[in-house]
């Protein structure tokens, strides 16, 4: 199984709302990621966890929250999002040995209204 | 911060024309990663070079790795239609978790 599954799919929200996107992975990987994708524009890394700890998190905003509750599963908590935050979310996942390919997956389109 | 260039950022191409994207740091990468993201799609893994000099083939697809470390190319022979996409280079600088992605070069094949 090389799959990474994400959920939902798509998810519009309001500004006020609160909401959470889920990813899971069960290839064994121990390093777990959030990109945020706007259109036409290069996936941005936002955090990084491994071994289930947070190990980088590149200054995003407190208004998302992730969470890694095991080996398996990656969560992002959104919380009072702005229409600017509308993007497509992708996780990934690697194998923490030599080999450093990321496997991503199918993504969460956000719409913030 | 450290960052990867890539030119071109649009390409079209005629069916059965090739084209080269590039790619470029300022500084000495640890390794490079090369993606391709179908439209609607997520980015897919083609490639990782590591060692000075790298040259990998598949199939159509010719990467290569500088020999300082610093640039890589993805050369396409033949374009098919199926090569529509945008191509992505990602380089590390330090082996570990840490990925930064290039602009991108967005192929568009006429037939």
């Known amino acids: 199984d090389t799959e990474v599954t994400q959920t939902p799919k798509h998810l519009v929200m309001g500004m006020t709302n609160k909401k959470s996107l889920k990813c899971e992975q069960h290839?064994?990987?121990?390093?777990m990621y959030w990109y945020k994708q706007k259109a036409k524009k290069p996936p941005e890394l936002m955090f990084v966890?491994?071994?289930?700890?947070?190990?980088i998190n590149e200054s995003v905003p407190s208004r998302f929250s992730p969470e890694c509750p095991n080996s398996s599963l990656l969560n992002l908590h959104l919380h009072a999002l702005q229409p600017e935050d509308s993007a497509l979310y992708l996780c990934?996942?690697?194998?923490?040995?030599?080999?450093?390919?990321?496997?991503f997956g199918p993504g969460t389109r956000l719409t913030v209204t | 911060g450290q960052q990867v260039m890539q030119i071109p950022q649009y390409q079209h191409v005629q069916e059965g024309e090739d084209f080269t994207t590039y790619c470029n740091s300022s500084?000495?990468?640890?390794?490079i990663q090369w993606y391709k993201q179908r439209p609607g799609g997520h980015p897919v893994f083609l490639i990782q070079?590591?060692?000075?000099?790298e040259v990998k083939k598949q199939k159509r697809l010719t990467f290569q790795f500088g020999e300082a470390k610093k640039n890589s190319s993805l050369h396409i022979t033949a374009t098919q239609t199926t090569d529509v996409g945008t191509y992505f280079c990602?380089?590390?600088?330090?082996?570990?978790?840490?990925?930064?992605f290039g602009g991108g070069t967005r192929v568009l094949v006429k037939p």
């Open positions: 290839m064994g990987h121990r390093a």
């Open positions: 990934a996942s690697r194998q923490t040995s030599s080999t450093y390919e990321q496997y």
């Open positions: 500084t000495t990468l640890s390794n």
């Open positions: 966890y491994s071994y289930e700890k947070l190990s």
């Open positions: 990602a380089g590390q600088w330090a082996a570990g978790n840490k990925l930064t």
């Open positions: 070079l590591v060692k000075s000099g």
